[in-house]
């Protein structure tokens, strides 16, 4: 165990570094400056454009720039062009909603995921069966933000509910309770539709492993023994047909943040993926960095820690 442990994270180091390089060279050499409100704007000297160049430090050439924006992210003096705040403290300040959301779409995706594809696998060839692969399709080809746009049209344009923002505002609550579940309430709305992709696919690996281990020896063993349905299917065959599951949340946390870039400013949900989208807008080259690199490192740990999970569900498996 001690040895995966240092090869996965001395491979993960590596890697944040060569996505860090990448990420700096693709958002410094796409067309735009990072100064677009004072390079054209003829009432602002040249003395002041060169000041901005060099506290920035754009005025080096590219590789000293990266090598400069890895000295300030480590040191925590690395600033954002947007408004010269320290990059770290917005993206901590952002980091919070953003692991919110996404768990609580880890957990929809893996509890009705569960949930559909034991209940596919259950009536495997029979119209239920069709049914749930056909939702499950349906929700694997929607687009999120069409989705998004359509609950926003529907729910607040047409019914008045708020579903935008971390709560709803110019209303008054009785009590702390109500306060609270209204934040779940605009917590959950977003982190359903960020769940549906993962949702559907995980119940499709899961359907097609439940059957297979339907099939096996000791499922017929216990039917034969009388035991309950529920019990064979919850308890015996869905713990040996949880690997795909494991391995799944591996596969959900790049795609989960990725699409809450989406997600967040379509809900003026105050997360990472929401500030990424903002910085693109800006041209704001240390915030895009430094966000590239934890998001790297959160899905690289995501990671890791689904390969411990799969070895802790599975005796067979020897991470040695």
Known sequence: ????????LSLSVVLLFIISLISFFIVTLTPGSPYPWGELNPKIS???????????????????????????LFTGNLRSIK?????????????PATLALNFTAILISLAFGTLLGVYAARHAGCWQDMAGSFLA???IALPGFWISYLL????????GVPILGTQSYGIEFPNAAAAELDRIWHLLIPATILALGGLAA????????????????????????????EVILYKHALRNSIRPLVTGIGMLLPALISGSVIIESIFAYPGMGRL?????????????????????????LGNLISDLLYAAVDPRVRLE
């Open 152 to 159: 926003a049209i529907v729910l607040v344009k047409e019914f």
């Open 137 to 139: 399709f349906l929700f």
């Open 276 to 300: 990424g989208y903002e910085a693109v807008l800006e041209r704001d080259y240390p915030t895009i960095v430094a966000l590239n690199f934890v998001v790297a490192a959160l899905v690289l």
């Open 83 to 95: 408004d010269d705040r320290p990059v770290m403290a917005k993206i901590l300040e952002r980091l």
């Open 202 to 229: 995980q119940s499709r690996y899961l359907r097609a492993t439940m059957i297979e281990t339907l099939r096996e020896d000791y499922i017929r063993t216990a039917r034969a023994k009388g035991l309950a349905e």
């Open 46 to 72: 040249a003395e002041v454009k060169a000041n901005f160049r060099k506290k920035f430090h754009l005025d080096r050439p590219l590789h000293e720039q990266y090598a400069f924006i890895m000295r300030d």
């Open 1 to 8: 165990m001690t040895s995966f442990l240092i090869r996965r």
